[in-house]
């Protein structure tokens, strides 16, 4: 599946609460997904159309409520927005193959990471193969 999919088809292979964020843009609760505390080793992949994006060995306890990265599999897995809503400026982080939101990225806020960057992304939008990495 890639970008060329239609909203239809989004709504129809996606969960209602997957599509409000996959497609929608939308963010869960904190502390409330799947993979908030998940150590388990694989690869994250986009729920909506399974291309790999982070791999677990890049999955850091950030304590934000939500699963927090410090780099993707590679710059071509994710693409980049300005995001102005709710009266910040944030970056938005997107799948580069289907264009589904993820989450958002943000830098400089002092974790003991090899980026100083900390992918903030929706468990909902992640799908985690075990053992693949």
């Given at each position: 599946?890639?970008?060329?999919?239609?909203?239809?088809?989004?709504?129809?292979?996606l969960?209602?609460?997957?599509?409000a964020?996959?497609?929608?843009?939308?963010?869960?609760?904190p502390?409330?997904?799947?993979y908030v505390d998940?150590t388990?080793?694989?690869?994250?992949?986009?729920?909506?159309?399974?291309?790999?994006?982070?791999?677990?060995?890049?999955k850091?306890?950030s304590?934000?409520?939500?699963?927090?990265f410090?780099a993707?599999?590679?710059e071509?897995?994710?693409?980049?927005i300005?995001?102005t809503?709710m009266?910040?400026?944030r970056i938005?982080?997107?799948?580069?193959?289907?264009d589904?939101?993820m989450g958002?990225?943000?830098?400089g806020e002092?974790?003991?990471?090899p980026?100083?960057q900390?992918?903030c992304?929706?468990?909902?939008?992640l799908k985690?193969?075990e053992?693949?990495e």
């Amino acid at each position: 599946m890639t970008k060329d999919e239609t909203e239809l088809h989004w709504q129809e292979v996606l969960s209602p609460e997957e599509y409000a964020v996959l497609r929608q843009g939308g963010t869960e609760r904190p502390f409330t997904g799947e993979y908030v505390d998940t150590t388990a080793a694989g690869m994250y992949q986009c729920r909506a159309c399974g291309a790999d994006l982070f791999p677990s060995d890049t999955k850091f306890e950030s304590h934000c409520g939500w699963p927090s990265f410090y780099a993707p599999l590679a710059e071509d897995r994710v693409r980049y927005i300005r995001d102005t809503s709710m009266g910040m400026e944030r970056i938005e982080v997107r799948c580069a193959n289907c264009d589904s939101h993820m989450g958002h990225v943000f830098e400089g806020e002092g974790y003991d990471t090899p980026t100083d960057q900390r992918y903030c992304i929706n468990s909902i939008s992640l799908k985690l193969a075990e053992g693949q990495e």
